[in-house]
C-alpha cells in the first residue's frame, strides 16, 4: 500500500491494517496523520472531550 499521510484518514481499518501489516504505513505515521486530521476537523463539531495525543 502506498499512500502519503494526508489520505490515510480516507481509507477503512482494512487498508489501513493491511498498510500497517505490508510495511506500507507505520503506526507512527498513521497515528500522526490522524492526529493531524482530529486538528483539522474537530474544532469545526466539537464531538472530542478530552484528547491524550501525547499518549498516542
Known amino acids: ?4 499521510s ?7 481499518a482494512a487498508e489501513l491494517g493491511a498498510g500497517l501489516v505490508d510495511g506500507g504505513v507505520s503506526s507512527v505515521e498513521l497515528t500522526e496523520a490522524l ?3 482530529c486538528d483539522d476537523v474537530e474544532p469545526h463539531i466539537g ?10
Do not use: K
Request: aromatic share 4%; charged share 35%; hydrophobic share 35%.
Open 35 to 37: 492526529i493531524r486530521r
Open 6 to 12: 494526508p489520505e490515510l484518514h480516507w481509507r477503512s
Open 47 to 56: 464531538a472530542i472531550l478530552h484528547r491524550t495525543d501525547e499518549r498516542a
Open 1 to 4: 500500500m502506498t499512500t502519503t
